[in-house]
T-cell receptor, first 110, second 115 residues
Framework: KQEVTQIPAALSVPEGENLVLNCSFT??????LQWFRQDPGKGLTSLLL???SQREQTSGRLNASLDKSSGRSTLYIAASQPGDSATYLC?????????WGAGTKLIIKP | DVKVTQSSRYLVKRTGEKVFLECVQD?????MFWYRQDPGLGLRLIYF???????EKGDIPEGYSVSREKKERFSLILESASTNQTSMYLC??????????????FGPGTRLTVL
C-alpha cells in the first residue's frame, strides 16, 4: 500500500532564503504528484500538479520536481517570504485515490 | 475561480446527535470528496462521489454516510456522533468523472467538536 512521508515535520528559515521541502513515496506507480498549501485553520490550496510523465512543474517562485525511480518529489521555494509560512502537503495519485503526507509546517522568519 | 463552500466553520455537538455537514461547489465538477484531518495523521478519505446519487467508500467510512442528490451538493452525515469524530472535516471537488487524479479544490473546512 502506498505510503507518503514528508520530512521534516517542521522547518524554520530566515526570510530571503531558498528552501526545499521533501516528499517521498513507496510505490512508483503513480498518476501524478500534487503539492498543496494549508494556512492555519483553513482548507487546502493546490499549488502544483506533476503528471507521472513529467519531471517538474513551475509556478512563480515555486518549482516541484518528480523522480519516480527514487520515489521522491521536492518543492523548491525561491526567495522565501513571511507570507510563505504555512503547512505544505504532498499527495500521490494512484488507483483512483490521493494518498497524503502529513505535511511540513514552514515558518519564514522576517 | 472555483468556489467550494461548507455550511459551518465551527460546530459543537453532543454524543449521539445526528450531524449534517454540507458542501457546495459552483464549478459543475463531477467529483466530490469528504476528508477528515487529524494532527499527525494527515488527510484521510471518508467518502467520495463521481456523479449524482453515486458514492464510494474511502479509507474510513465507518460511522459516516453521504448523500449527493444534486451535482453541486455533497453532504456528510454522522448518524450518531461520537467523541472520536471530533476533527477537521474538509470537502473537495475536482473536474473529471471517474477518477480522483485531477486537481482538487477544497472548502475552508468545518471544525467539529463532539462533547
Amino acid at each position: 500500500k502506498q505510503e507518503v512521508t514528508q520530512i521534516p515535520a517542521a522547518l524554520s528559515v530566515p526570510e530571503g532564503e531558498n528552501l526545499v521541502l521533501n516528499c517521498s513515496f513507496t510505490d512508483s506507480a503513480i498518476y501524478n504528484l500534487q503539492w498543496f498549501r494549508q494556512d492555519p485553520g483553513k482548507g487546502l490550496t493546490s499549488l502544483l500538479l506533476i503528471q507521472s510523465s513529467q519531471r517538474e512543474q513551475t509556478s512563480g517562485r515555486l518549482n516541484a520536481s518528480l523522480d519516480k525511480s527514487s520515489g521522491r518529489s521536492t518543492l523548491y521555494i525561491a526567495a522565501s517570504q513571511p507570507g510563505d509560512s504555512a503547512t505544505y502537503l504532498c499527495a500521490s495519485a494512484s488507483n483512483y485515490q490521493l494518498i497524503w503526507g502529513a505535511g511540513t509546517k514552514l515558518i519564514i522568519k522576517p | 475561480d472555483v468556489k467550494v463552500t461548507q455550511s459551518s466553520r465551527y460546530l459543537v455537538k453532543r454524543t449521539g446527535e445526528k450531524v449534517f455537514l454540507e458542501c457546495v461547489q459552483d464549478m459543475d465538477h463531477e467529483n466530490m470528496f469528504w476528508y477528515r484531518q487529524d494532527p499527525g495523521l494527515g488527510l484521510r478519505l471518508i467518502y467520495f462521489s463521481y456523479d449524482v446519487k453515486m458514492k464510494e467508500k474511502g479509507d474510513i467510512p465507518e460511522g459516516y454516510s453521504v448523500s449527493r442528490e444534486k451535482k453541486e451538493r455533497f453532504s456528510l452525515i454522522l448518524e450518531s456522533a461520537s467523541t472520536n469524530q471530533t476533527s477537521m472535516y474538509l470537502c473537495a471537488s475536482s473536474l473529471r468523472a471517474g477518477g480522483v487524479t485531477d486537481t482538487q479544490y477544497f472548502g475552508p473546512g468545518t471544525r467539529l467538536t463532539v462533547l
